[in-house]
């Protein structure tokens, strides 16, 4: 059986940073692309950062660039979203993904298997 679960979540003030963990068990974590998504109240659930099975191919959303970095220790089976000058409208539920495919995706439906979320609440 798969499990994502996530860390890392909390309440910051805006400029801080924050970094999230996905332990990941069940799966070849070595040979699967990873995801970070977000959803906020109202909106859809959005991509904002994946990583390819090797790590060494990234995609960032636009609202993220040079912000947030993606990162993996396949020996750890862990995936990481590091988050620095975090803004207001970074706040949302992010959820951790995986891909059986070894190529990152921003699309939601290429992925697997999820995670439960991390709260991450940005105050002005």
């Known amino acids: 059986q798969v499990h994502l679960v996530e860390s890392g979540g909390g309440l910051v003030q805006a400029g801080d940073s924050l970094r999230l963990s996905c332990a990941v068990s069940?799966?070849?974590?070595?040979?699967?692309?990873m995801g970070w998504f977000r959803q906020a109240p109202g909106k859809e659930r959005e991509c904002v950062a994946a990583?390819?099975?090797?790590?060494?191919?990234?995609y960032y959303a636009d609202s993220v660039k040079g912000r947030f970095a993606i990162s993996r220790d396949n020996a750890k089976n862990t995936v990481y979203l590091h988050m620095n000058s975090l803004k207001p409208e970074d706040t949302a539920v992010y959820y951790c993904?995986?891909?059986?495919?070894?190529?990152?995706?921003?699309?939601?439906?290429?992925?697997?298997?999820w995670g439960q979320g991390t709260q991450v609440t940005v105050s002005s």
């Open positions: 990583i390819d099975w090797s790590g060494g191919s990234t």
């Open positions: 069940g799966l070849t974590f070595g040979t699967s692309a």
């Open positions: 993904a995986a891909d059986r495919s070894v190529v990152a995706s921003d699309s939601l439906y290429e992925y697997d298997y």
